[in-house]
Each structure stands twice: as structure tokens, then as C-alpha cells.
């Protein structure tokens, strides 16, 4: 394989070592991601056909909500990724060694706390009501939920192993991860398929327990050997790394929350305004077209650390080059949904057969929408690797409040119908797909003031 790696950034004639670095993971990601790809894929149907149409749309409903709570890591993730980055390019061990261990032990306090406040409301939450589920679920809810936010607790600090990869520029590792978790998804549903009785209790228990397990093992093999000197440590915590990161953080923390309200209600409003079932046709055009996007950020993901190194070095003829290169990758990937569109029929039948209908208008509205993110996505990540993400914040929190309005208003007010969930999330995205490459534009030019420098 690194044979192979070296002839291929050879014959593009690759020389620089950071460039070099990136292309490695970016082929490696290639093939962990592409696998990732087909693993999901085969999930939808299996899982339809154990879980049928209406428990499916539940616990897609389900995994939206719980998406929510992602934002409990306050951002911490997000701020070590770059401070850490910072800090190997400053040669500074020690450093880098105190945000680990700060932003370990400050997260798991954190989700410690989170645990047990969910796990004790959640009795007291009729949840049928909250996912417009039948009351045949109610007891299987009212045991889940648990189950799943004791996971997602485990799951936000275990992960931060992976941004550690991503800030030391091996993102692959976490599409490895992603590998690794989507095809032990598939061999569970399928034994599953062929040993167990329809139960989304047993389903949501075992899907949510899985990630947590492969994250965990690679949390130990990490710090037992590559990363071993990064290993946590309480004695390393210090409130002076809190802030540094927790600095930073509160930013990202705040647009996490945005991201969140923005792109993860969506199931949750068609879960409401119509019925849990609306939700699987909405998920399958999503997860289709999210292939373009995928294969856009195996390539971009390298970047966002790439940029945070080379910036801090002043290396910006390579940041320049870069930004060139994802460009052209940029208008490939459009180029790349475009065909999607006309292809889709074709797609959906191969795919999931006759088991769901998904309407030309909507597969038409979500390819318009990954464009969009693919297109300023680059810009993006260059703004998220120099931490200038105070203009971001604005524009997204801003489209976080319009977004759930704006989509209640074009569904019960037009004949959009379905549709007009993700036409509003067009509308409210598409003022930061603007602002963006302005600010990419002002920092290159050394004309960021005020708010864009923040």
C-alpha cells in the first residue's frame, strides 16, 4: 500500500511533505470511506425489512434527536483539534499533552453529568408523544432511551481520539473507525435478520452499544502505543488549557448548535407536521446524495488541520495551491450530483426496490442542497483551521433560528409538501454559503478586520 501511495504522488508529482502527508490520508480515506459507503447502503434495506417502514422512521427520528445532543461536548472537541495542531507545530510535547488530558477529563466530567440528567428525565417523558410514535412503542421507548444516552455519554468522550488523529494530520484513521463501525453494523443487522424478532428495543440497544465498543478499543490501542505519551493524565489538567481550548471551543460550541438545529431537525419537523413513515423517503434521497459530499470530504478533511499548520508556519503559497486544487475538486463533485440527479430512478430501484417511493421533486431539492455544501465547504475549512470563525457563528445561528419557522411555514403554507423542509434549509444556508469565500478572500489579503479576524 505505501508503495502504491508513492508511485500515485509520484506520477501527480506531489513534493511538498504536507501535501504528501494529506494525499496519503486522502487515498486511505478513500478506501475506508468507499467501503463505509457501501456498508450504510446495504444497512437501509435490512434494517427496513427487520424494523419494517414505521419503527425505521422512529429511530431515524430517534438518532436525529439524539444528534441534538451532540453539542454537549461544548465544543472541546473542535477546540483540542485545533490547539493541538498548534501545538506539534510548535514542537511543544508538554503542551500538547495538557489539552489532552484537559479536554479528556473536562469532556467526561461534562458527559458524566449529561448521563445522569437525561437518564433520570427520561422516565418521566412520555417519548411515543415526543416522536409521534404508537403506544404499542411506549414500553420499548421508555427502556431505550436510557440505553441510548448512557451511549452517547461514553461516545462523545471516547471519540475524541479521532480528533487527535485528525489535529496530528492521519484523518484517515477516523474513516477506519467509520469503517469499521458501519460494516459491524451490517453483520449485526443481518444476524439480527436472522435470529431475532422485530424489536427496536434490542435494535436501538445493539446499534447503540457497537460504536462505543470499536471507539473504546481504539482508545486503548492509541494510548498504548503511537499516542502513549498523550496519554490522560489528571495530574495534567489545568485551567489555563480549559481556557485555551474552552476559548476557542465556545465558538465552535455555539456553531455546533447551530449545525445541529439546522441539519438534524429536519426528521424530527417531518416526523411532526406529517407522520415517523414520511421520514424514511427524506432519509434515503439524503443518504444518496450525501455520497458526493462524503467523497468531497475525503479529500477536504486532511485540509482543515493542513491549514492550521501551515498557517501558523506563514506558509501561504501552499495555502493558495491548496484552495486552487479544492476548487477544481469542488466543481468535479457538482459536476459529480448533477449526474446523481438524472441517475437516481435508476439508484433507488437497485437499492430499495419497491419498498419506498421517493418523489422527483425531493431528490431534485436535496441535490441542490448538497451543492451548496459542497461548494463552500473548502472556504470553510480553511476559516475553521485559523479559528476566524466569529462571522460563521453569526450567520449560522442565524439560519438556526429561521430554519424550523421557515419550514413549518413552507410546508403548512404551500403545496411543497415533504420538500419544503429541506427547500427551507436551502434558504437559511445560503447567506453562509456567501460570507464564506468573502472571508477566505479578506484573511489572504491581509484585509480582515474587526469581526472577520475573529
Known amino acids: ?5 508513492n508511485k500515485i504522488q509520484s506520477r501527480l508529482g506531489i513534493h511538498s511533505t504536507r501535501t ?9 480515506s478513500i478506501l475506508y470511506r468507499g467501503g463505509s459507503i457501501i456498508a450504510t447502503f446495504l444497512l437501509v434495506p435490512l434494517t427496513i425489512r427487520f424494523l419494517d ?22 465544543g472541546l472537541g473542535n477546540g483540542l483539534r485545533n490547539k493541538f495542531a498548534e501545538a506539534k507545530a510548535k514542537d511543544d510535547m508538554e503542551l500538547a499533552k495538557g489539552f489532552v488530558s484537559t479536554a479528556y477529563f473536562s469532556l467526561g466530567l461534562i458527559c458524566l453529568g449529561l448521563f445522569c440528567i437525561t437518564v433520570f428525565g427520561s422516565f418521566f417523558i412520555d417519548w411515543t408523544t415526543i416522536f409521534n410514535a404508537s403506544a404499542s412503542l411506549k414500553g420499548q421507548l421508555q427502556i431505550l432511551m436510557p440505553i441510548v ?28 473507525i467509520s469503517f469499521i463501525t458501519s460494516t459491524s453494523s451490517l453483520i449485526l443487522i443481518w444476524i439480527l435478520t436472522q435470529t431475532a424478532t422485530n424489536s427496536l428495543l434490542i435494535f436501538g440497544s445493539l446499534f447503540s452499544l457497537l460504536p462505543v ?29 480549559f481556557n485555551e481550548i474552552f476559548g476557542l ?18 426528521n424530527f419537523i417531518i416526523a411532526q407536521l406529517f407522520n415517523p413513515e ?11 446524495f450525501s455520497i458526493s459530499l462524503m467523497v468531497f470530504n475525503m479529500l477536504l478533511t486532511p485540509y482543515w488541520s493542513g491549514f492550521t499548520d501551515a498557517y501558523t508556519k506563514r506558509d501561504f503559497v501552499w495555502i493558495r495551491a491548496s484552495m486552487k486544487n479544492l476548487g477544481k475538486f469542488s466543481f468535479g463533485s457538482i459536476i459529480l450530483t448533477s449526474l446523481m440527479v438524472l441517475l437516481a430512478p435508476i439508484f433507488y430501484k437497485l437499492w430499495i426496490g419497491d419498498l419506498v417511493s421517493i418523489p422527483f421533486n425531493l431528490t431534485l431539492s436535496m441535490a441542490v442542497f448538497f451543492m451548496i455544501c459542497i461548494f463552500y465547504s473548502p472556504y470553510n475549512a480553511f476559516i475553521n483551521g485559523l479559528g476566524k470563525v466569529r462571522v460563521q457563528m453569526y450567520t449560522l445561528v442565524g439560519a438556526a433560528v429561521l430554519n424550523i419557522p421557515l419550514s413549518i411555514i413552507l410546508v403548512k403554507y404551500t403545496p411543497l409538501g415533504v420538500e419544503g423542509v429541506i427547500i427551507a434549509t436551502i ?8 460570507i464564506c469565500p468573502l472571508q477566505y478572500s479578506k484573511l489572504m489579503g491581509n484585509r480582515a478586520l474587526g469581526i472577520w479576524n475573529k
Open 1 to 5: 500500500m505505501r508503495e502504491l501511495i
Open 20 to 28: 504528501k502527508n494529506i494525499s496519503k490520508h486522502v487515498l486511505l
Open 53 to 74: 417502514t414505521e419503527n425505521y422512521g422512529v429511530w431515524l427520528t430517534i438518532s436525529s434527536f439524539i444528534a441534538w445532543f451532540s453539542f454537549f461536548d461544548v
Open 149 to 176: 444516552f448512557g451511549c452517547l455519554s461514553l461516545q462523545l468522550t471516547a471519540k475524541l481520539i479521532a480528533t487527535i488523529y485528525t489535529a496530528d494530520q492521519k484523518p484517515s484513521i477516523e474513516g477506519k
Open 213 to 241: 465498543l470499536i471507539l473504546v478499543l481504539f482508545n486503548v490501542y492509541a494510548f498504548s502505543n503511537r499516542y502513549k505519551m498523550y496519554k490522560p493524565n489528571i495530574s495534567l489538567w489545568k485551567k489555563k488549557y
Open 249 to 266: 471551543g465556545a465558538t465552535f460550541f455555539i456553531i455546533q448548535c447551530a449545525v445541529i438545529v439546522l441539519f438534524s431537525t429536519d
Open 278 to 288: 414520511e421520514v424514511v423517503p427524506y432519509n434515503i434521497a439524503q443518504k444518496y
Open 427 to 434: 434558504l437559511c444556508v445560503i447567506p453562509h454559503a456567501i
